[in-house]
């Protein structure tokens, strides 16, 4: 996923601080390249693209093509059956991954994920820190993934949106109406009222984050908002590509809504974010660089913790609907009226 391997760039940054000779790759599926494009920590990508996991015979070529590069070290943040291969194939005499127990013959070193985090980097972070340490005497205790843009995509981007007559002086948010599934998805009707709140409060301008098969349901939000809030929403203003939507993101006030990749694009761009989480995905992992100002976030647990009594996260996934209905816009909007204070 996206928001998966944007973060995991980071331990090339820490590698090549402790390690500035060593030849650092990055396998990763091909629709996740624009997060990580121009990284200047990593110097070769291999690419799983669709056709190699859909295709046994094309997968083996890929692993051979793995297997020639003569590796030294893998690190495997996965430890999925696809991985474990990919590791094996590497003949590496260093194999480093997440500790499990059907796994772990496959490497020399492996490590149980944290529950708790230590620092606000969160989870996700920490978890993928702890893996450099065969390989780095020098860990850093938290690094922040980023995203490098070019001087012309920013250019570019800024003319979009004058040309779609958007002032730049006044406030500009960025929406991620919808999250990257159903259940990740804050009730439509209810993240229009979250939008008429912002729009009411700052006057500010907002652009919807959606794809083009997306529409019916970034309209259906449209559609929801009350009147008086329409006119400051720019529908047709959005990022074609991820690229795009990196490069006009960068332009943006703040971030605003469900948890996953865009959110965690934006903190990369260094941009404020409000985040929505899912009922059932542990806060704690994917908060990353919450800071009770500039990146706030809330998860259903912040207010009725008592609905998390005796559960596990499994159970909340096959119960997420009805969750949502106890999380209406009314529990989260004094916290988002809080944070657009600032703006």
């Not at 992992?285 to 009725?304: E, G, P, Q, R």
Request: hydrophobic share 40%; proline share 6%; charged share 20%.
């Amino acid at each position: 996923m996206i928001g998966d391997v944007l973060t995991t760039s980071i331990l090339f940054q820490a590698l090549k601080a402790e390690h500035p000779e060593a030849k650092l790759h990055y396998v990763i599926n091909s629709h996740t390249y624009p997060v990580v494009e121009n990284n200047p920590f990593i110097d070769k990508f291999l690419f799983v693209t669709p056709e190699i996991e859909s295709n046994k015979a094309k997968f083996l070529t890929f692993l051979n093509q793995i297997k020639k590069e003569k590796y030294d070290a893998v690190i495997d943040v996965y430890s999925k059956f696809s991985s474990n291969l990919m590791t094996k194939f590497s003949g590496a005499k260093i194999k480093i991954s997440k500790k499990k127990w059907y796994t772990s013959h496959y490497y020399t070193h492996t490590f149980k994920d944290a529950k708790i985090p230590n620092t606000n980097a969160g989870l996700a972070v920490e978890n993928r820190l702890q893996l450099l340490q065969p390989l780095c005497e020098n860990i850093p205790i938290k690094l922040q993934p980023k995203v490098y843009l070019t001087e012309a995509e920013i250019k570019t981007s800024k003319q979009v949106l004058i040309d779609s007559k958007i002032d730049l002086s006044k406030p500009l948010f960025m929406i991620s109406v919808l999250g990257s599934g159903e259940n990740k998805t804050y009730p439509l009707p209810h993240m229009a009222d979250l939008i008429d709140v912002i729009v009411g409060q700052t006057e500010g301008q907002i652009l919807f984050n959606y794809i083009p098969n997306q529409i019916h349901e970034a309209q259906t939000v449209y559609n929801f908002t009350k009147a008086e809030t329409k006119p400051h929403i720019f529908f047709d203003v959005f990022g074609k590509s991820l690229r795009e939507f990196l490069s006009i993101t960068h332009h943006c006030t703040a971030l605003i809504g469900n948890e996953g990749g865009a959110v965690n694009m934006a903190k990369a761009l260094n941009i404020p974010t409000f985040t929505i989480f899912s009922p059932w995905i542990l806060k704690e992992a994917w908060n990353m660089f919450d800071n009770d100002t500039t990146n706030v976030s809330i998860h259903l647990i912040d207010v009725k913790p008592e609905l998390y009594e005796g559960k596990s996260l499994k159970q909340m996934k096959g119960d997420v609907f009805s969750l949502y209905q106890s999380f209406p816009p009314e529990l989260i909007i004094p916290k988002l009226k809080t944070y657009l204070q600032q703006f």
